[in-house]
């Protein structure tokens, strides 16, 4: 079955530091994987794509995420994190069928100042 | 902004009341859907609906019962819920309910099950 995996429940970054958010993923077929974020009593938002082509793909303020099949691997990646980043974030895969996302369990970043 | 409005955006029931939960879309969107959020669980897909017809119901049970009269409207109508139905209930809507498409959300409606 298809399946995601974030391993990490919490991370705690300074302002101005490097992120990287990990994401497994379990699935047959090539996958279709997103990110999305979700502010404390918001929705979900869209940060970037992945579907095919470039194996980096760049998402909005400032994300981008590399796929590697290999590793069966979709991190996110971020190079200076600021404040505002402060959120939950899920990885999902596109399962097949009528546009079926399956999500992981998310991560909760915390940014120092 | 989304374009994908809920409404309420929080909710107290009894256990015995009924009540129901509103998703409208103004994105044009030929598919519509119903995610459950609960803590420390992973988002839960309830329901797909597809051109106004019912395409998935996630095992889901029948105190939870959805309705879509139209492409831009979508319902959640719930009656003799449990505590444990207490969750966060995300609308979500996309172009079709098919590969190569982005799912839009709403910014849920934060249930209470007393």
């Known amino acids: 079955a298809q399946s995601v995996t974030q391993p990490d429940i919490h991370i705690t970054v300074s302002e101005g530091a490097s992120l990287e958010l990990r994401c497994n993923y379990s699935?047959?077929?090539?996958?279709?994987l997103f990110w999305y974020v979700q502010s404390p009593g918001q929705g979900l938002q869209l940060l970037l794509k992945y579907f095919s082509g470039d194996t980096l793909v760049q998402g909005i303020k400032g994300f981008e995420a590399e796929f590697k099949r290999s590793q069966s691997s979709f991190n996110l990646r971020k190079p200076s994190v600021h404040w505002s980043d402060a959120a939950e974030y899920f990885c999902a895969v596109f399962s097949g069928g009528y546009n079926k996302l399956i999500f992981g369990a998310g991560t909760r970043l915390a940014v120092h100042p | 902004e989304t374009g994908v409005t809920q409404t309420p955006r929080h909710l107290v029931m009894g256990m015995t009341n009924k009540k129901s939960l509103k998703c409208e879309q103004h994105l044009g969107h030929n598919a519509m859907y119903w995610y459950k959020q609960s803590a420390k669980k992973p988002l839960e897909l309830m329901f797909v609906y597809s051109l106004e017809e019912r395409v998935e119901n996630n095992s889901v049970p029948s105190r939870f019962s959805p309705e879509c009269p139209n492409s831009s409207h979508l319902f959640l109508h719930l009656h003799t819920l449990q505590p444990e139905d207490s969750a966060l209930y995300l609308c979500?809507?996309?172009?079709?309910?098919?590969?190569?498409?982005?799912?839009?959300f709403g910014q849920g409606t934060r249930l209470t099950v007393v």
């Open positions: 979500a809507s996309s172009p079709n309910a098919g590969v190569n498409t982005e799912a839009f």
């Open positions: 699935y047959g077929a090539t996958p279709y």
